[in-house]
């Protein structure tokens, strides 16, 4: 569809203006210092990334993007939402964190960068905003240094199958047709009243690692999780390591993450 631009840069630029006060974000401990990556993404990233030109795509405003430059990263982070990059560099100034922000779709990054980076980042919610992989996948390449890495997490391509309920299969698991819905409310501000519409896709993991792997990357680590590291879904239990649905406890995969690597 040709307007899923338009339709999903005023849907993220509403939930950027209702996520960055929310309690879900947490800006005030964020600031105190909080690093807002999971143990899930660190476990790849590794805890020191000084020196690492970092790109980080579809960032929201920022925090992540914020927390890869407190590990030492220079972190330039990208995201197609007006209202999230202004957030952004608010949040940037506020926290005292050097990081550059491009409003884009990620899609044509090529727009607005022209230097490669040893580490590409990404994570929660993101490929679902994309129609299709295959030039995601050649971007991530294009702008990688060769030996450069690709960090990857989301949730896990099942999990979008349900209802908002968790109570049947609603959606294929293949990507045959993009969903376009109106919604009120979002994970930070269930409260909100304001009914936006948005598009997204399905993708598998096929189609993931086919982006990938089609581009030149060579696939170095993927892993799945039964397990949310955030409670943003219906019917959520709490267990030690994140969030498990009411009735599906450890029979769900709920999270992935993945690395790739440019060998050459």
Partial sequence: MSDYLTINRNFWNHRAEQHFDSEFYDNPSFLAGRNSLNTIELDILGNDLSGQETLHLMCHFGQDTLSLARMGATVTGIDL?????????????QAGV????????????????????????????????????????QLIAKFL???????????????WMFDDAFT??????????AY?????GSYAAPEDEKTHASAYWNHSLADIFQALLNAGL????????????????????????????QGLEGKLPMVFALEAKKLV
């Fill in 218 to 245: 060579t696939i170095t680590h993927f892993s799945e999780y039964d397990y949310s590291p955030y409670d943003c879904f219906a019917k959520t239990v709490k267990t030690e390591q994140g969030f498990q649905i």
């Fill in 81 to 93: 939402s007006d209202v999230a990059i202004e957030k952004a560099n608010l949040l940037k100034q």
């Fill in 98 to 137: 050097t990081a550059a922000f491009i409003r884009s779709n990620v899609l044509a990054i090529d727009e607005h960068l022209d230097q490669p980076y040893d580490l590409i980042f990404s994570s929660y919610g993101t490929i679902g905003w994309l129609p299709e992989l295959s030039r995601w996948g």
């Fill in 180 to 184: 376009v819905e109106e919604s009120q």
């Fill in 168 to 177: 049947h299969f609603q959606y294929p698991y293949f990507n045959r047709a």
């Fill in 145 to 159: 240094k060769p030996g450069g890495r690709f960090v990857f997490a989301d949730f896990h391509p099942v999990v």
